[in-house]
């Protein structure tokens, strides 16, 4: 499974950005596909995924009510809408494919067997 995310860029505080992931090859494998942010001397953190066949989603606590992760499967993408964005979201965001089921959304970066180049977020105050 190859991933290509895009999307991002700069923008004011309060703004918004959509940032697409493409997923191609053995898409038929994937379970999950998932969000990810590291900051600069920080550790990556979870941001959002969903079930690539299914309803099963799940929003990182902290940015629920502003982020929202959706699908297009004909389009094999996944996307990730930023809402309301802070400077403390100013980070590189990677989508991630999970390719083992699992009942629950899978937060963990162990999880996750397939990750895209990451695109830069960067919020100005």
């Known amino acids: 499974v190859q991933l290509q995310a895009s999307g991002g860029g700069l923008v004011q505080a309060g703004g918004s950005l959509r940032l697409s992931c493409a997923a191609s090859g053995r898409t038929f494998n994937i379970d999950f596909m998932g969000w990810f942010r590291q900051a600069p001397g920080k550790e990556r953190e979870f941001v959002a995924a969903m079930r690539w066949r299914g309803m099963n989603t799940r929003v990182s606590d902290s940015m629920k009510g502003r982020f929202t992760i959706s699908r297009d499967n004909t389009e094999n993408t996944v996307y990730l809408q930023m809402n309301s964005l802070k400077p403390e979201d100013t980070a590189v965001y990677y989508c991630?494919?999970?390719?083992?089921?699992?009942?629950?959304?899978?937060?963990?970066?162990?999880?996750?067997?397939?990750w895209g180049q990451g695109t830069q977020v960067t919020v100005s105050s």
């Open positions: 991630a494919a999970d390719h083992t089921y699992s009942t629950v959304v899978p937060v963990d970066l162990s999880a996750y067997d397939y």
